[in-house]
Structure formats: C-alpha cells, structure tokens
C-alpha cells in the first residue's frame, strides 16, 4: 500500500536530514481543512498525476515536510537543518542520477549518421540537463532555509513558499523528462525490430549468394546498437522514476504508475503578456526578496545599491522576456508537428495494408514504421516541450526562474 511506501522513505530520508530517528512529520500528516474528499483520496493511490505534483511536495516530500515542522521552534537552527538537507536522500539520489546520465551521455555519438541515434543523443542530454536543473532547485531551496535565521515572519513564510515552489518546479521538469524519454520507448522497440528483421535478410541473402558474411556482421552489429539504444533508455527511466518516487514520499523502489502531461493550454499563451506580467514577477520574486536583505545590512552608499536593485529587475525582465519567445517558438514547432505527423501516419497505414496484402516485404514496412513513430516521438517533445515552456514562464511570474544560477 502506499502509505507503508511512504512511512518507509520519510523514515529513510529522515534519518539522514534530522539526528536520533525523529518521527517523520510527513506520516502524521491529515487532510488539510478545506480540502475536498475526492482530492485527498487521489493524492493516497498508487497513481502520480501531472496535476497533484505541487500536494505531492507540499504534503509528502520529506525535506519540505521537515523544513515545514521545523521552521517556528526551530528558527535558530535553520541553517542546520539546510546543511543536514544537503546530506538527504533527494539530493543524493539525484546527484547520482546525474552522473550516471553524464557517463551514458559521453558514451553515446553525438555526431552519428543515425538520425534515431542522434534524436537518443539530444533526448539523453535534454534529460541530464532536467536533473542537474533539478538539483539545482532543491540547492534553492536549502539556500532560502539558510536566509530564515535573521527574520520570523514574512522572511519565514518567503522561504517556506520558495521551497515548495523551486521542489515542486523541479519535479514538474522531470515528470515532463520521464514522459519524453517513454514516449522513445516504442520507438526503440521498433527500431530493435527492424534491425532483426534486417539480420534475417541477410542472412538469407548471404544463403542464396547475394550478400556476404560482412553484411550479415554489420546487420548484427546494428541489431546490438538498437539493443543497446533500449538498454540505455531503460537505465535512463529508471533513475527518473525512483527520483521521481522519492520526491513524492514513495520509496524508491515503489510501483506506483505515473501518469501522463497534459496537452499544452494554448488558451494560456494568448493571456501572456511579458509588458504586464513582469509586475507581478518582480512583486513575487524571491531572488529580489532576498537581494534587498542582503542590501539592507550592505554598508553601500544608497546610489549602489539601487544600481544593484535596478540591474536585478532588468535582469528579470530580459529573463521573462526570453521565457516569453520561447513559448512561442515552441508552440510554433508544435503546430508545425501535427502536419509532418499526420503526413507520416497516412504513409505508415499504406505500407501497413500493402504489407498485410503481400505488395511489400516486412522489412519496408518496418522503415515506414520507423518513419512515423519518429515523427510521433518529435510531436510528442513538440508537446511537452510547449506544456515545459509555459510552467517555466508561469513559475516566473510567481517567483522562480529555474534558470537563475544568481549567487543569493
């Protein structure tokens, strides 16, 4: 069940964030007033959903829930909590991930022929870059901790919210990551049978005497490439879903499916407004919040630290901006993406009937298959990519910008 998932990593997680075995806060936790039976009951199944991401952070994610039950008697120690963070489960896990994506990442050949090898190539990096991005936010996190020591209240809630929003972003990105690397996992199946159905040929060719023994190695060593290429995707979803286990308060070893990303909101985009927005990105932002803390105790004249102050928003801006283009290049391909994908469909379904009626060989018939599930698999990033693109421009609005690597 997973309530016992969930007591058996906050007790593991725990242990490594809060010294003498505490009992962990996440496991007591109850339905929060005002929320409905329905919800509740959603967030106790064995199912992850897109939607329930920020609960998930916000009711089970066993450093938010430390951070959550420490922060009023434990103001003074916050700073401590921040460095035993530093030591947990999530951070570990993660770092791990990430060196493990980086060596198969240098394993791989970004300058293949094989368009197939190089969509696993870019996919692959695409991934390393969601998890070090994911690392990063859970060190945003640690680091707002450490700011709470000189304040009580409004700094106190500041960095509560800021925890939960950089957890809650960095998980969105890597559901979004895992999804885009399963949406591969057809297409290496595929590709695994086609390479077998190409050794076949050979091997027959070479029976009646039109191929050689060296085409018949070099069908085999593609068939062990496309087997590799599964292997490599299969470690790769691995380590993305036990991240994605342990953030959430399952153990890592859990079974819990995890569902799918939603189609971008195209209604979303029309309401963005980087000119109007950025009010209300700079009223939110936490990198401003603790910029003026750090201000406030500078022995800087006045004129210094308004050009500190001015140079932040802009910086601030010209991100909203940047962030603002980038959904539009990316609902541009994503549009551009149904066309080449319906195209590559209506071919696949007559190779698929020719083949059923004897017109073409099985092994033409898996290249206009190979064919199509690559443009399924480009249409299916060109989606997420979009659905990626508009969080990244909606957490700025609320605060976060991901891609600030700015020293707090």
């Given at each position: 069940?997973?309530?016992?998932?969930r007591?058996?990593?906050?007790?593991?997680?725990?242990?490594?964030v809060?010294?003498?075995?505490?009992?962990c806060?996440a496991?007591?936790?109850?339905?929060?007033?005002?929320?409905?039976?329905?919800?509740?009951?959603?967030l106790?199944?064995?199912?992850?959903?897109?939607?329930?991401?920020?609960?998930l952070i916000?009711?089970?994610?066993?450093?938010?829930?430390?951070?959550?039950?420490?922060?009023?008697?434990?103001i003074?120690?916050?700073?401590?909590?921040?460095?035993?963070?530093?030591?947990?489960?999530?951070?570990?896990?993660?770092?791990?991930?990430?060196?493990?994506?980086?060596?198969?990442?240098?394993?791989?050949?970004?300058n293949?022929?094989?368009?197939?090898?190089?969509?696993?190539y870019?996919?692959?990096?695409?991934?390393?870059?969601?998890?070090?991005?994911?690392?990063?936010?859970?060190?945003q996190?640690?680091?707002a901790?450490?700011?709470?020591?000189?304040?009580m209240?409004?700094?106190?809630?500041?960095?509560?919210?800021?925890?939960l929003?950089?957890?809650?972003a960095?998980?969105?990105?890597?559901?979004?990551?895992?999804?885009?690397?399963?949406?591969?996992?057809e297409?290496?199946?595929?590709?695994?049978?086609?390479?077998?159905?190409?050794?076949r040929?050979?091997?027959?060719?070479?029976d009646?005497?039109?191929?050689?023994?060296?085409d018949?190695?070099?069908?085999?060593?593609?068939?062990?490439?496309?087997?590799?290429?599964?292997?490599?995707?299969?470690?790769?979803?691995?380590?993305?879903?036990?991240n994605?286990?342990?953030m959430t308060?399952?153990?890592?070893d859990?079974s819990?499916a995890?569902?799918?990303?939603?189609?971008?909101?195209?209604?979303?985009?029309?309401?963005?407004?980087p000119a109007?927005?950025?009010?209300?990105?700079?009223d939110?932002?936490?990198?401003?919040?603790?910029?003026?803390?750090?201000?406030?105790?500078?022995?800087?004249?006045?004129?210094?630290?308004?050009?500190?102050?001015?140079?932040?928003?802009?910086?601030?801006k010209?991100?909203?901006?940047?962030?603002?283009?980038?959904?539009?290049?990316?609902?541009?391909?994503?549009e551009?993406?149904?066309?080449?994908?319906?195209?590559?469909?209506?071919?696949?379904?007559?190779?698929?009937?020719?083949?059923?009626?004897?017109?073409i060989?099985?092994?033409?018939?898996?290249?206009?298959?190979?064919a199509?599930?690559?443009?399924?698999?480009?249409?299916?990033?060109?989606?997420?990519?979009?659905?990626?693109?508009?969080l990244?421009?909606e957490?700025?609005?609320?605060g976060?910008?991901?891609?600030?690597q700015?020293?707090?």
């Amino acid at each position: 069940m997973r309530s016992a998932g969930r007591r058996a990593v906050c007790a593991a997680v725990l242990a490594a964030v809060l010294a003498g075995g505490a009992v962990c806060p996440a496991c007591a936790v109850t339905r929060p007033s005002g929320m409905d039976d329905q919800t509740w009951t959603s967030l106790q199944d064995n199912l992850m959903e897109y939607g329930e991401l920020e609960n998930l952070i916000r009711y089970y994610n066993p450093s938010y829930r430390q951070v959550l039950e420490s922060i009023e008697p434990m103001i003074d120690a916050s700073r401590e909590t921040a460095s035993r963070m530093r030591t947990s489960e999530d951070l570990k896990t993660m770092k791990d991930s990430e060196k493990e994506l980086k060596k198969t990442l240098d394993q791989m050949n970004p300058n293949s022929e094989s368009q197939m090898e190089q969509m696993m190539y870019e996919q692959t990096k695409g991934l390393y870059q969601t998890v070090q991005e994911g690392v990063r936010g859970i060190e945003q996190g640690i680091k707002a901790i450490n700011k709470t020591a000189n304040t009580m209240d409004q700094e106190t809630r500041d960095m509560r919210d800021q925890t939960l929003y950089s957890l809650t972003a960095a998980v969105q990105k890597m559901f979004i990551g895992y999804n885009q690397a399963l949406s591969s996992r057809e297409l290496c199946a595929a590709a695994e049978e086609l390479a077998q159905a190409a050794v076949r040929s050979a091997q027959t060719q070479r029976d009646v005497g039109m191929a050689t023994d060296n085409d018949v190695l070099s069908a085999q060593q593609s068939l062990l490439s496309a087997q590799n290429q599964t292997l490599s995707l299969d470690n790769t979803l691995l380590s993305l879903r036990q991240n994605l286990y342990v953030m959430t308060g399952w153990t890592y070893d859990a079974s819990a499916a995890i569902g799918t990303v939603p189609a971008p909101d195209l209604t979303k985009i029309d309401a963005m407004n980087p000119a109007a927005d950025i009010t209300e990105a700079l009223d939110n932002s936490y990198s401003l919040k603790t910029l003026d803390d750090t201000l406030k105790s500078s022995k800087s004249g006045y004129s210094t630290k308004e050009k500190v102050r001015k140079e932040a928003k802009e910086e601030i801006k010209t991100q909203l901006e940047e962030l603002y283009q980038t959904v539009l290049a990316d609902r541009a391909a994503y549009e551009a993406s149904f066309t080449t994908l319906e195209a590559a469909r209506l071919t696949e379904e007559s190779g698929r009937r020719q083949y059923e009626l004897g017109m073409i060989g099985q092994l033409q018939y898996l290249q206009t298959k190979m064919a199509y599930l690559q443009q399924k698999v480009s249409a299916d990033n060109a989606s997420m990519a979009l659905t990626q693109a508009i969080l990244d421009y909606e957490w700025a609005v609320r605060g976060i910008i991901m891609s600030d690597q700015t020293e707090q």
